[in-house]
């Protein structure tokens, strides 16, 4: 698709500057820029520092431990299958010889 005369298409001298004198124009970066601050940048920095602000209201949670979290749908699982098969025996009972 690069290979597209239309977007590799450039307008010709004097276009560009009659259409929109007074917009900025995106440029790449140079080394002598100054870095932006940004509140991504300074959500990214607090989360890699590990500092953590908490809302007022939130209470801190505490997760189950790996055994609770995943034996309990386990098992479940084990007894819901269990009484899916019973209630098949108890209606299919009286057909089945």
């Known amino acids: ?8 298409a450039k307008l010709p001298s ?3 500057e009659s259409v929109a004198p ?5 440029r790449p970066a140079r080394q002598e820029d ?3 601050r940004s509140p991504v940048h300074q959500s990214q920095e607090e989360l890699m ?3 953590f602000e908490q809302a007022e209201g939130d ?5 189950a431990s790996g055994w609770v979290r995943l034996g309990l749908p386990l098992a479940l699982s084990v007894l819901l299958w ?3 098969f019973g209630f098949i025996q108890i209606i299919s009972g009286p057909f089945v010889p």
């Open 1 to 8: 698709m690069s290979g597209s005369p239309v977007l590799s």
């Open 14 to 16: 004097g276009v560009a």
């Open 22 to 26: 007074n917009i900025a124009v995106p």
């Open 34 to 36: 100054a870095p932006v």
């Open 49 to 51: 520092a590990g500092r």
């Open 59 to 63: 209470s801190p949670t505490e997760s």
């Open 82 to 84: 269990t009484v899916i």
